[in-house]
């Protein structure tokens, strides 16, 4: 298996955990993290202290959610708290022009533009949260209060 550690996208996101905090590593998986129920298993944790980063595009911009696992991100919600009433996914090319990441490995740092970031609260249910480090089989374990520091996210309720 090729060195994912070399990868740009994966350096880029290290580099950002390294400049927030020296002890913060990137831990490459043998299986995928693609999913949140991938992650989980490869990681042996709950899905919901899986991190799942979501684009959304809005009439005039992006936002990332950063989301638990276990949890659907309420478009609804998301419009009341951007003032948009035309709120969607953003599709894969979107998501890789915005965050300079592939869906499956888009991580909440690192970004190649600036994006405005949710967090979920739910999130903070758990000690260790895992989220991506720009590749499918790459990961960093957080807590709450570091991801928000990390990100400068927005807590705020996004959930179904």
């Given at each position: 298996?090729?060195?994912?550690?070399?990868?740009?996208?994966?350096?880029?996101?290290?580099?950002?955990?390294?400049?927030?905090?020296?002890?913060?590593?990137?831990?490459?998986?043998?299986?995928?993290?693609?999913?949140?129920?991938?992650?989980?298993?490869?990681?042996?944790?709950?899905?919901?202290?899986?991190?799942?980063?979501?684009?959304?595009?809005?009439?005039?911009?992006?936002?990332?959610?950063?989301?638990?696992?276990?949890?659907?991100?309420?478009?609804?919600?998301?419009?009341?708290?951007?003032?948009?009433?035309?709120?969607c996914?953003?599709?894969?090319?979107?998501?890789?022009?915005?965050?300079?990441?592939?869906?499956?490995?888009?991580?909440?740092?690192?970004?190649?533009?600036?994006?405005?970031?949710?967090?979920?609260n739910?999130?903070?249910?758990?000690?260790k949260?895992?989220?991506?480090?720009?590749?499918?089989?790459?990961?960093?374990?957080?807590?709450?209060?570091?991801?928000?520091?990390?990100?400068?996210?927005?807590?705020?309720?996004?959930?179904?």
């Amino acid at each position: 298996m090729e060195n994912l550690l070399t990868k740009e996208s994966v350096k880029r996101a290290e580099q950002a955990l390294k400049n927030f905090d020296k002890n913060l590593n990137v831990i490459v998986l043998k299986t995928s993290a693609k999913t949140a129920q991938d992650a989980a298993k490869s990681l042996d944790c709950e899905v919901g202290a899986i991190v799942k980063s979501l684009l959304f595009r809005t009439e005039n911009s992006y936002v990332l959610c950063l989301i638990s696992g276990d949890k659907k991100c309420s478009l609804n919600k998301l419009k009341k708290i951007t003032l948009k009433k035309d709120v969607c996914m953003a599709n894969p090319d979107e998501v890789k022009a915005q965050t300079g990441y592939t869906i499956g490995g888009v991580s909440p740092v690192g970004h190649i533009n600036n994006i405005e970031i949710y967090i979920d609260n739910s999130l903070e249910r758990f000690d260790k949260i895992y989220a991506a480090a720009g590749h499918p089989n790459c990961v960093f374990e957080i807590n709450f209060e570091k991801l928000i520091n990390i990100t400068n996210g927005k807590v705020i309720e996004i959930i179904e």
